[in-house]
């Protein structure tokens, strides 16, 4: 009999009063995502759709928009595949017996499940200044593995939340910013965006102080709803409860039975191997800055692929892993293309040439003056965001009128570009485009984490756009600086 009534508050039944108002607030999100929120495919293709008829209704012909559909579709399909490997890299480095490791020592830091939320999250953040590929994989895996222990209850779905927040607060603010390494780099902007903004360095972006400021309170307010919104241990909802195995196999190889075998079961390739790439990437880190080298998704998958050979040290090792992980990315090959087909349809010009994004800037730009600027440009980029999910490439659309409207009501170039960079993040909190490669990882849909990340866009909105206001008073312009 004792036994039943010390199980049952342990398999989620609890009086409200056990959790405080965020964390109620979020078992609430959460229950509503779980009932509500579609499956990340559906998500995307709801959202072709109410794109695609948007740009008929704003004059583009209907065959100009299946065409639109179609050209689209394959223009994210290196991105597609850089994610897919990202993934599988992650997975292929977390089954080896090193990593594993040294990720189980990692985990048991947190003393309690709410405190491992708070953990996560604020490691996935402090990651994501430094690269958000590195903070996306790092976190799911940290998750995992905080996941198996069995002296904590952590609720997997805020788990999954936290590690999410790398893509949902910080990412843009650090060097992983496509918009800033771009504006800092005059080789890489087209001619026409050089004539507008010159070039604006780090100092007068990341670098800021403002821009500093608001990254540390984003940084503090995350995680700090990321602990008081985690359910309490008896509400929690664990891996196990969710249906999740994150047991980390590190199944024994079979015994080699043919002598041409020999090889898959030898270190020789791999060493060999090891050495051309390691070397590729001395080369790589060598010859520029290495924060700007790892922050390029082909030198972080390579380094990846590189790493998981060696720390699996046989190729049939390393071949079997990469098998169990291929199930991972259905969701990344599957859905990113769509990503690139909305993007289409939002850039396909109308009748006039003006199209259906042209229109969405003109009109937010168009009531617009130096003190509202920041917000207005952060509520335009925020809404395009959730249907251009792409940091550069969607900057590349923005900032040609943008950062003109900036020029013509003088306000601090750089500052504009870190709107830019705030509001871009707002809402990868509920779109599922980034979560991909982590649910992935975390082995869940979308709709198990949302309720929390919710939450977090909720409470963030308002913040972040107060914050932009704020800051862009104690700026000044400076015209634009050529080489």
Known sequence: MSTQKVAEPIAGHHTAEQDGVLARLGLRFAAWAERWFPDAFVFAAIAVIVVAVAAVAHGLPLQSA?????????????????????????????????ASRLITRIARIPHTGRAAVAYIALISMLLSLLNWAISLIFAGLLVR???????????????????????????????SSAAA?????????????????????????????????????????STMIAYYSAPSEAAAKTAQDLGVDVRTTVAALPTREQPGEWLEYSPILTLLICALGLGWLY??????????AISKLNTYNFLLIIVGMLLHWTPRSFLNAAASAIPAITGIIIQFPLYGSIAALMTAAAVGGVSLSDSLANIFVSFTNSDTFPVVMGVYS?????????????????????????????VHLGWAVQVYNAAEAL?????????????????????????????QLVIHTPVVLFLLWAFSETLTYTPPVFP
Not at 71 to 85: E, H, K, M, P
Not at 397 to 408: I, T
């Open 66 to 98: 299946v065409k639109a559909f179609g050209d689209g579709y394959w223009t994210l399909i290196t991105f597609t595949l850089q994610q897919a490997v990202v993934a599988i890299g992650g997975d292929i480095i977390a089954s080896s017996p090193p």
């Open 145 to 175: 593995a905080i996941a198996r222990r069995t002296d904590i209850r952590m609720d997997y779905r805020a788990g999954g939340a936290a590690a999410y927040l790398c893509m949902g607060a910080t990412w843009a603010m650090g060097l």
């Open 181 to 221: 390494q771009l504006q800092a780099n005059p080789t890489s902007m087209p001619p026409s965006l050089m004539a507008i903004t010159g070039i604006i360095p780090f100092t007068e972006t990341i670098f800021l102080w403002q821009s500093m400021a608001l990254t540390a309170v984003l940084i503090v307010m």
């Open 283 to 292: 080369l790589e880190f060598a010859s520029q800055n290495p924060l700007l």
């Open 382 to 410: 925020a809404v395009l965001g959730f249907f251009i999910p792409s940091g550069g490439g969607k900057w590349l659309l923005e900032a040609p009128y943008v950062m003109q409207a900036a020029n013509d009501l003088q």
């Open 427 to 455: 809402p990868n909190l509920i779109n599922p485009f980034w979560m991909l490669p982590l649910l992935g990882i975390l082995g869940v849909k979308a709709r198990a984490i949302v309720g929390f990340t919710a939450l």
